[in-house]
């Protein structure tokens, strides 16, 4: 039987997740971003998969750098280009 504990400590880590790719969605959209490893942490914890607490970490900070890497602001608009 799974414990209260691990219930909520699955769905803190679900929120974690999806809060990062709601972030990192647009840079996602632009093929800036893989999603590959996002969606393979939701479904492992879909069908049950337990990940190890380093391919957490390792996914969490993978999601970090690249939030910061996609709201990093761009250069001025020098005129060059169009929409």
């Known amino acids: 039987m799974v414990s209260e504990a691990t219930i909520e400590a699955g769905v803190i880590l679900a ?3 999806v809060s990062a790719i709601i972030k ?3 840079a996602v959209q632009k ?3 893989s999603i590959e490893p996002y969606v393979m942490a939701i ?4 069908t049950g998969g337990n990940a190890t607490q380093e391919q957490v970490d390792a996914l969490l900070a ?6 910061a ?3 990093t602001p761009l250069p001025p608009d020098d ?3 169009t929409t």
Not at 43 to 46: K, N, Q, R, S, V
Not at 62 to 67: A, P
């Open 15 to 17: 929120e974690q997740i």
């Open 24 to 26: 990192i969605a647009p």
């Open 31 to 33: 093929g800036a971003v």
């Open 43 to 46: 479904a492992g914890m879909i």
């Open 62 to 67: 993978q999601l970090e750098t690249d939030s």
């Open 69 to 71: 890497d996609f709201q």
């Open 79 to 81: 005129g060059t280009t």
